[in-house]
T-cell receptor, first 115, second 116 residues
Framework: EPEVTQTPSHQVTQMGQEVILRCVPI?????FYWYRQILGQKVEFLVS????????KSEIFDDQFSVERPDGSNFTLKIRSTKLEDSAMYFC?????????????FGPGTRLTVL | AQKVTQAQTEISVVEKEDVTLDCVYE???????LFWYKQPPSGELVFLIR??????QNEISGRYSWNFQKSTSSFNFTITASQVVDSAVYFC?????????????FGKGITLSVRP
């Protein structure tokens, strides 16, 4: 069964460093998303991406964040200068479906720890 | 704006008991989608069910059943004869539209503990 994969599973970084979180969506999906979950809290939307551009972004997704689909398979989230409050689990999701009315399937997540 | 409320935060039951997880949503759209996801202790988000706003039929899948009532804006989830493996955090989520702009808005989640 196709699945979304994410690497690394755990990333530890120093405050102010850049990190890139990687995702490989399900191969025939066209819509891609990033969410985050601070420990013990709810899952929050960050950004959606379709047709090689951002469709929607939340208030959390400020200038420190960027997304890219550098090739036909990967979807990345970059945090330019990490802060302590960026520590969270980051989930990638992808969706297929005609007209986009499908289900988002999530990857296993990347736990980001900023020291 | 869309909102999902899961008023229950933690539920603890003994194995084989039935348990219902409540979800109430708010949206201005007439077309929307409701979801339940399970987050086991390992941390991943596992899709359980999607329901379209124009389909109020309840659904049963094995020990799981879902009760969608538009009149009360609720989409409740019942586990029958609970098992220890059901222990997890359960999230209800809402999407207001299809297409690219179909972000999921999650509730705060309900932590279910099933004791042997």
């Amino acid at each position: 069964e196709p699945e979304v994969t994410q690497t690394p599973s755990h990333q530890v970084t120093q405050m102010g460093q850049e990190v890139i979180l990687r995702c490989v969506p399900i191969s025939n999906h066209l819509y891609f998303y990033w969410y985050r979950q601070i420990l013990g809290q709810k899952v929050e939307f960050l950004v959606s991406f379709y047709n090689n551009e951002i469709s929607e972004k939340s208030e959390i997704f400020d200038d420190q964040f960027s997304v890219e689909r550098p090739d036909g398979s990967n979807f990345t989230l970059k945090i330019r200068s990490t802060k302590l409050e960026d520590s969270a689990m980051y989930f990638c999701a992808s969706k297929g479906g005609s007209g986009g009315a499908g289900t988002q399937y999530f990857g296993p997540g990347t736990r980001l720890t900023v020291l | 704006a869309q909102k999902v409320t899961q008023a229950q935060t933690e539920i603890s039951v003994v194995e084989k008991e039935d348990v219902t997880l409540d979800c109430v949503y708010e949206t201005r759209d007439t077309t929307y989608y409701l979801f339940w996801y399970k987050q086991p202790p390992s941390g991943e988000l596992v899709f359980l069910i999607r329901r379209n706003s124009f389909d109020e039929q309840n659904e049963i899948s094995g020990r799981y059943s879902w009760n969608f009532q538009k009149s009360t804006s609720s989409f409740n989830f019942t586990i029958t004869a609970s098992q220890v493996v059901d222990s997890a955090v359960y999230f209800c989520a809402l999407s207001e539209a299809g297409g690219a702009n179909s972000k999921l808005t999650f509730g705060k989640g309900i932590t279910l503990s099933v004791r042997p």
